[in-house]
């Protein structure tokens, strides 16, 4: 089997429980045609860049796939015919990546940072 690594964003219109269901229709496609789903992240509602079929904002998820091109061909077949899918990219890498996306890390360090930051200004404005 080959890894593949793939991100779609979703309209902003729908709602996260929907989201997630395609993402499990998405899945089961590929579990159906024998590959595997490694990893699964769900990035949230993010702004776009520059809009999209009038759409600003668009919720994104992450796979991680270890599956054949015949499976993610299919994935991606079903992504260009769901209304909800605004955009897709599956890219073919060599190895599979264990640990948490860069945006997920990302995410997690700007709210830890955002905690020491008040409770910096909390003692500050405390011993004053």
Not at 16 to 39: C, P
Not at 52 to 63: C, D, M, S, T
Not at 104 to 110: F, L, T
Not at 121 to 127: L, P
Request: glycine share 4%; net charge positive.
């Amino acid at each position: 089997m080959t890894y593949y690594e793939s991100v779609f964003i979703a309209r902003q219109d729908v709602s996260s429980a929907h989201v997630e269901h395609l993402t499990n229709q998405f899945a089961e496609v590929v579990v159906a045609l024998g590959g595997k789903i490694k990893k699964r992240e769900y990035w949230g509602l993010r702004t776009l860049a520059y809009k999209v079929n009038k759409n600003r904002k668009g919720h994104y998820v992450l796979f991680n796939l270890d599956a054949s091109f015949k499976a993610v061909n299919e994935m991606e077949r079903l992504m260009r015919l769901n209304e909800d899918v605004l955009r897709y990219m599956t890219i073919k890498i060599k190895r599979l990546e264990e640990n948490p996306s860069i945006m997920m890390c990302a995410k997690s360090n700007r709210d830890r940072s955002r905690g020491e930051r008040r409770e910096r200004e909390y003692f500050s404005k405390r011993d004053t």
